[in-house]
């Protein structure tokens, strides 16, 4: 299902945050002066990919409910012909 297939690579993509954001630390705390502009790369990165993850995760939220409301609503001016 859409809605399965975007949580889980909400889910990949915040993982993936972490570890850059991981990365980018590590690289700050066992690093000399010019590796500062690598780990900035990968901080930002980082943060980058898990502001997207956050934003298809929670998009993904909207849509399930926007469903969920539609799936009880009467509709008019629909008929069924069962032949």
């Given at each position: 299902?859409?809605?399965?297939a975007?949580?889980?690579?909400?889910?990949?993509?915040?993982?993936m945050?972490?570890?850059?954001?991981?990365?980018?630390?590590?690289?700050?705390a066992?690093s000399?002066?010019?590796?500062?502009?690598?780990?900035?790369?990968?901080?930002?990165a980082?943060f980058?990919?898990?502001?997207?993850?956050?934003?298809?995760y929670?998009?993904?939220?909207?849509?399930?409910?926007?469903?969920?409301?539609?799936?009880?609503?009467h509709?008019?001016n629909?008929?069924?012909?069962?032949e």
């Amino acid at each position: 299902m859409v809605s399965q297939a975007s949580r889980n690579a909400a889910y990949g993509l915040f993982v993936m945050a972490l570890f850059l954001i991981g990365f980018g630390v590590l690289i700050v705390a066992f690093s000399e002066i010019f590796a500062f502009l690598a780990a900035a790369v990968f901080i930002f990165a980082g943060f980058g990919l898990a502001g997207t993850a956050i934003k298809i995760y929670f998009a993904q939220r909207r849509m399930n409910k926007a469903m969920r409301n539609q799936e009880g609503e009467h509709r008019e001016n629909v008929r069924i012909h069962i032949e």
